[in-house]
T-cell receptor, first 113, second 109 residues
Framework: DTAVSQTPKYLVTQMGNDKSIKCEQN?????MYWYKQDSKKFLKIMFS???????INETVPNRFSPKSPDKAHLNLHINSLELGDSAVYFC????????????FGQGTRLTVV | GIQVEQSPPDLILQEGANSTLRCNFS?????LQWFHQNPWGQLINLFY???GTKQNGRLSATTVATERYSLLYISSSQTTDSGVYFC???????????FGSGTRLLVRP
């Protein structure tokens, strides 16, 4: 009964390809997020969605396109992958938009070769 | 923007030792969380503690919001405590967590 689950856990792909990472939460939360962890372990917000609406886009290249078909899902599609996109991507969710506890998925390690 | 500074950056302990990790932040926040990233990369929630003191087993945390810092105490450390400990804060009206750079902890048997 994983609370926030991401698939796949590992993704190895060539430059120029398009790939998607899926995220689902069963906590009944209405806000979902994507965070990126770089090679130095630094974690930074990419996107926030509340009730399927985008509320934060943190100057992410438009090759990254999140999609939220419903409150429980937030997928991340990446076009024309570049070497610099290699990182660990975390999905998270929280109840409400401000000041509530966030819970994270297990991460997706993306390697672009 | 807000600065979130964690100290020390690295810490090596002998099993059984106690330690204190610190998180300083430069603005008022309405959320503060501590996470443990284990060697497998999972981010595990330790505490949701915008203010006050909480305890969970060998771990406890205190946030003094008026002085803009939080402390994480680990007592009787075990090898399974190894990993990276992150503090993350949320500003009022910001809709996102801002992470510190972490404290890397190694507990030796």
């Amino acid at each position: 009964d994983t609370a926030v689950s991401q698939t796949p856990k590992y993704l190895v792909t060539q430059m120029g390809n398009d790939k998607s990472i899926k995220c689902e939460q069963n906590l009944g939360h209405d806000t979902m997020y994507w965070y990126k962890q770089d090679s130095k372990k630094f974690l930074k917000i990419m996107f926030s969605y509340n009730n399927k609406e985008l509320i934060i886009n943190e100057t992410v290249p438009n090759r990254f396109s999140p999609k939220s078909p419903d409150k429980a899902h937030l997928n991340l599609h990446i076009n024309s992958l570049e070497l610099g996109d290699s990182a660990v991507y975390f999905c998270a969710s929280s109840q409400g938009t401000m000041g509530t506890e966030a819970f994270f998925g297990q991460g997706t390690r993306l390697t672009v070769v | 923007g807000i600065q979130v500074e964690q100290s020390p950056p690295d810490l090596i302990l002998q099993e059984g030792a106690n330690s204190t990790l610190r998180c300083n932040f430069s603005d008022s926040v309405n959320n503060l969380q501590w996470f443990h990233q284990n060697p497998w990369g999972q981010l595990i929630n330790l505490f949701y503690i915008p203010s006050g003191t909480k305890q969970n087993g060998r771990l406890s945390a205190t946030t003094v919001a008026t002085e803009r810092y939080s402390l994480l105490y680990i007592s009787s450390s075990q090898t399974t405590d190894s990993g990276v400990y992150f503090c993350a804060v949320e500003l009022f009206s910001s809709y996102k967590l801002i992470f510190g750079s972490g404290t890397r902890l190694l507990v030796r048997p």
